[in-house]
Every structure is written in C-alpha cells, then in structure tokens.
C-alpha cells in the first residue's frame, strides 16, 4: 500500500469546517461515506482522521497521526511533544475568565479563594501563579458555561469567539488570560516518504492564504500616466501593460496586497487610472 499522510482533524466544533475548507481549497477531495471516525482522500496521499481536538496533541506526539490540526490554546495546554509547522488564520479565539454577568469585578483579586470551572486547568493553574492567587480549580470536561449558574463554581475559563455562548449564559468575560487561533502540528520526526507529502501540503497551503491576501487588478490607462500608474503597481515580478485598441491607451495588470488596497485605488484614480476591475485570486505560486 503507498505511503499516506495521516491527518487529525477536529470531529465536531469550531474548527471543523474550516479544517475541511483549508483541505478542499488546497484540491484535496475526501471520500465520504465510510465512516465518520477515519476517512482518504481521493486525489492526495493522505488520511483523515476525525477527533476531539483536546486529543489531537497526544495521538500526533504517538505518531497515531502524522500532523494535526488544532488550536494553540490546546497545544499550550496538552505540552506534548509535537512541533507547531504553520499558523492556519482561523480559528481566532481567546482564553478568558468570565463571572456572573452582575457579580461586582474589579480585577482578578476576585478570584481568591473562588472556584474555578474550565477545561484548561494547566493554563488556569499559570495564570493564577502568575497573578499570585490562591483558587480552587475544578477540572471539568464540558459545558463549562453551565457552571456558574448551577452553583459548581464561582468563574469560569473558558474559550471566547463570538460571546454569544457566555452572553446566553448570563456571563461577562472580565480577563483574557491568552489569544488563540488554528495551527498545524507535525510529530517531531516523520518518515522520508511523510515528509515529502507534507512538503507537498505545506506548498499548496501556503499558495491558497498568500493568494487570500492578494487581488488581481485590471486597469485602462492613458500612455502619457503609464509611468505613474505602473509604479504604484509592484506585481509579482512587474505589471504587465498591453496595448488597448483605442490609440493612447494601455491595459495594465497586476496585484495588490489586501491591506493596501483602498489605498493604492484610491491614487490610481487620482492618477487618471480608469475601468478599474478588481478580481479575487485563487491560488499563488511564488
Ligand atoms: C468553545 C467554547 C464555547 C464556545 C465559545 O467550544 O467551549 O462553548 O466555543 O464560542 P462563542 O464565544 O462563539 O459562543 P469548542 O467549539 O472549542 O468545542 P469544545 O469545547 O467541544 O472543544
Ligand atoms: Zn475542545
């Protein structure tokens, strides 16, 4: 049987989707139908294999699965051995302490002598040492936004995105203790063949979010301001200008970075730039 890629990824929650999406935009096809623990991709040397995320660190530091993909804050919890490749730019999210929506917090002296819920209790345990307070952590699996309200504990610590899970809790985040967001992990010593394949993955990876941060841009240009429309256009290598039909005028090509780009539209028109379309890239080959 050929060498695959073995893959962790995130079964049910907030990095599910984009798990798969990241895959999908980097041409890999999974088969579906099997079953929902395991599965292979149809077009890539790889196989899938579907988690709880706070599991993933461990079943990668056993060479179980190959890379992972999974939260920082679970890394810095678990400290296994695995080694983080590549930050995915999703899943943003924080590690924060939340209290009763009308309990009176000035600051973290709050906490001590409370009972704190979370599933985080390595982070937690450093946060209070770090503040110099004395807490009762409890260690719990799930569900930790309940705690509160069924008089299990005083605060929680918990993982934040929208809110709207602490707010429908009747909770109020007062403390971010970290900042968080998808990477990929790898054991630490892959077999030759691995390696390759996760060269293979990291390459497409890395086109699809660089071209996510890039626009292609299409311009009309009149002759005599080619000079100052190109040089606020660095493009890849530079723009290309081709020849309009209408004598006088070019057509110029390029791409620009998503940050400076109402910026440099904005000098283009100033600088006689007209028909100006703006398209997004799929994929970017450096
Ligand atoms: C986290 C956390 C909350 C929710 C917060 O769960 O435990 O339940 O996300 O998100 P919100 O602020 O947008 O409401 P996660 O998806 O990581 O699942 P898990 O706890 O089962 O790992
Ligand atoms: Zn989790």
Known sequence: MPTRLKIA???SGRLYEDSLKLLKDCGIDLKNGINK???EAENFPMEVFFLRDDDIPQYVEDAVADIGIVGENVILEKNKKVTVCEKLGFGKCRLSVAVGRNEPYDDCRFLHHKKIATTYPVLVEKFLKENKIEAEIHE????VEIAPGI???DAIVDLVSSGSTLFMNGLKEVETILHSEAVLIRHP????EQQEILEKLLFRLRSVRKAKHTKYILLNAPNERLKEITALLPGM???TVLP???AGWSSVHSVVNEDQFWEIIEKLKAAGAQGILVVPIEKMIL
Do not use: D, N
Request: a positive charge; charged letters at 20%.
């Open 244 to 246: 309009l039909a209408e």
């Open 189 to 192: 010593k892959l077999g030759q």
């Open 140 to 143: 719990i699996s799930g569900s």
């Open 9 to 11: 990824i995130q079964k």
């Open 37 to 39: 623990l395991k599965t």
């Open 151 to 153: 008089g299990l504990a």
């Open 237 to 239: 290598k530079s723009p």
